[in-house]
């Protein structure tokens, strides 16, 4: 399990990068969204002008003629603010005279219809009553007096959305033919036209839409978090398992598999100090292994390390689980022997050598029969004792004392 700290450093990554992920995606969404948005926008006001564009020309193209005359039909009236709004033939026959207004008029009842679009012929110095603005119009027609080109918005009306856009009309030679008398001028905006079209279709469509991104935006974001969350974990478990590999080597004799050197003495200096806080026994047994140089120089290195790995198992192998051992020289073992007085000290070293050289020790692959005893040496501790170094000193002492009465035996101060 990782620690407290590296489990903040896993949770601060996690959180940050799955913000990032979010802001990231969620930026996205939104700017595609709101572009989206605009080009709908763009497209709408692309038709409209093309819309106002054709009415445009077929106005310029009844003005030229200064009005058209259509025959007259049932229920037609001639229109009542026209000179020579009405003719007839010498066969009879009654035309009535259409201007451009009315045309355009008659045209957006036609394609109103046919649910299509709707065009208005509209100005704020009206002739026709009937072209009066509404409020979309009268404030189009207001920005047009101070040079705005185009208007456009959305309006909702009755559950379903149009889009509304409107250009000024102004004044040329041809319109002058029936606008004279009202005093304008050639260049001046007389009014506009403007076109109501439905894009309620396109507006259902764009927010199904929109409703397929978000759900798959939040897919996506679930499954690259769940990925994160997933690689984070196996990261977690990798480099946790890294460091308990590191940190077995760094207290670990690569030969032998025992505790090293280093980490035996900073484990001896803490249980020394929680005894003398306690006011508990501790013991500790320095063993070495007989005549070793002589098994080098005879057999040569890898029986010797054969030796150091068999010794230290069979060490091991008698000792209580809470005792501390660790390889502390070349062919020497130390112990530390947490709550344990003299007299158990003593049985425990006893039995340690016993085990050692309790049957022949057998090289690996190798047709060799090794006799292996060791020597040891055992102190406990003591109120003189002011560090480990005075308590190892002691049981140096005694495992020197051990070698020079024969060797294969336990000796003390």
């Known amino acids: 399990m990782p620690l407290a700290g590296e489990t903040k450093i896993y949770k601060t990554f996690m959180v940050s990068t799955s913000l990032t992920i979010i802001a990231v995606l969620s930026g ?3 700017i595609t969204t709101v572009r989206t948005r605009q080009l709908i926008d763009e497209e709408n006001v692309l038709r409209a002008r093309t819309l ?15 009005g058209v005359y259509v025959e007259k039909k049932k229920g037609d009236k001639p229109n009542p603010y026209l000179d020579k709004a009405e003719i007839k033939t010498i066969d009879g026959k009654v035309f009535i005279r259409k201007n451009p207004a009315q045309m355009t008029r008659e045209i957006s009842e036609y394609t109103e219809k046919e649910g299509l679009f709707k065009f208005h012929l509209t100005s704020l110095n009206l002739v026709n009553p009937a072209n009066k603005p509404d409020d979309f119009e009268t404030r189009a027609l207001s920005l047009f007096e101070k040079g705005t080109k185009e208007a456009s918005r959305t309006e909702e009306k009755n559950g379903i959305t149009y889009f509304r856009y409107m250009a000024p009309l102004y004044i040329d030679k041809e319109c002058l033919q029936c606008h004279s008398a009202q005093g304008y001028k050639t260049g001046e905006v007389r009014g506009g036209i403007s076109i109501t079209f439905d894009i309620e279709n396109i507006r259902s469509k764009l927010k199904t839409n929109t409703i397929y991104a978000i759900i798959f935006g939040l897919l996506s974001i679930s499954f690259l978090l769940g990925l994160i969350f997933l690689f984070t974990v196996r990261l977690i478990k990798k480099t ?3 460091q308990r590999r590191f940190e077995h080597l760094a207290i670990t004799d690569g030969l032998t598999g025992i505790f090293n050197r280093r980490h035996i003495m900073t484990r001896f200096n803490e249980e020394f100090k929680r005894t003398r806080r306690l006011k508990k026994d501790m013991g500790c047994i320095m063993i070495d292994i007989d005549r070793f140089k002589s098994i080098n120089d005879e057999f040569g290195h890898l029986v010797g390390d054969e030796v150091l790995r068999e010794v ?17 020289g070349g062919e020497e073992f130390l112990i530390v022997l947490p709550d344990t007085d003299f007299d158990n000290t003593k049985s425990l070293a006893e039995r340690i050598r016993e085990n050692v050289k309790a049957d022949i020790f057998l090289a690996a692959d190798m047709p060799l029969h090794i006799h292996i005893t060791i020597s040891s040496g055992i102190a406990h501790m003591t109120d003189g004792d002011s560090s480990i170094d005075d308590f190892i000193k002691r049981a140096d002492e005694g495992l020197y004392k051990a070698k020079n009465s024969g060797r294969d035996r336990v000796g003390w101060i």
């Open 52 to 66: 106002l564009n054709s009415i445009i020309l077929a106005r310029k193209w009844n003005a030229n003629y200064d």
């Open 240 to 242: 946790s398992e890294i």
């Open 28 to 30: 996205i969404f939104f």
């Open 312 to 328: 230290s198992a069979r060490i091991k192998n008698s000792i209580r689980i809470y005792d501390v051992l660790g390889r502390y």
